[in-house]
């Protein structure tokens, strides 16, 4: 196993290692280098859906069925990403996964079925650098500070279909997901880092701000998190994995491709 650390803040590639037939030695030491670079990635990897959900066991209990994207017909635990003809990805935001429900996800891991020969890059920024990057006066205020984060990111979306009634289904789910508050700033629960915890697609609105004074402050930091020197981005081909910290990380999804047919299985993890 070779780790190849791919920028300054996060992310590394790791070489010499078959992820569907891995040793309890082998899967320590990708667990501590998940722990040290956030998100790993492998290239050239066969995996089955079962050996994919063999993987993410590795690394916990899995979530359920997602209530929004699809997923194979076999085993709901194996949501697809999936572009084709005729129908595009929507817009893309910077966002941490599922920040919307209780307990976020402890990690997810990604596989590549195919992409197109170019475009389609996932980038990821490291929040706790970006926490760490701010004035003391910044990060003791926002150490005590809250914000909202909900499912408003869905509505209108291609996920947002509706029933005879007339019905949406995000206003559906939002019964069984109301919005919820949590902490700005967060402690990882394995490295004790201070994390920033907000993204752009699910963090609503700060506790305790007006309207216009929590836009300001999302989007002043929001634009920090969008800084380079925090990121690592990764270019897609078949058989490539990525598994990553939710805990500490948010990402995007370049939409540059168009409708080339593109498809990605993932597998999560709960927190």
Known sequence: MIVHPLADVLGAQVDGIDLSALTSQTVGDIYQAFLTHKVLFF???????????????????????????????????????????????????????????E???????????????????????????????????DRNMLDSMDAIHGLHAFEGSRYDEQDDSGKSRVAQKSQAYPPIVRPMVTRHPETNEAVLFINEQFTRSVVGLDDKESRALLDRLFAIARQAQFHVRFQWQAGSVAIWDNRVTQHFAVTDYGDQPRKLHRVTVRG
Request: proline content about 10%.
């Open 43 to 101: 290239r050239d990897q066969c995996l089955s859906p079962e050996q994919h959900l063999a993987l993410g066991r590795m690394f916990g209990e899995l979530e359920p069925a997602h209530p929004f994207f699809p997923h194979l017909a076999e085993n709901d635990q194996v949501v697809i990403i999936e572009t084709a003809r005729g129908n595009p990805p929507g817009e893309s935001f910077w966002h941490t996964d599922m920040t919307w429900q």
């Open 103 to 137: 307990t976020p996800p402890k990690c997810s891991i990604l596989h590549a079925q195919y992409v197109p020969k170019e475009g389609g890059d996932t980038i990821w920024s490291n929040m706790a650098a970006v926490f760490a990057s701010l004035s003391k006066e």
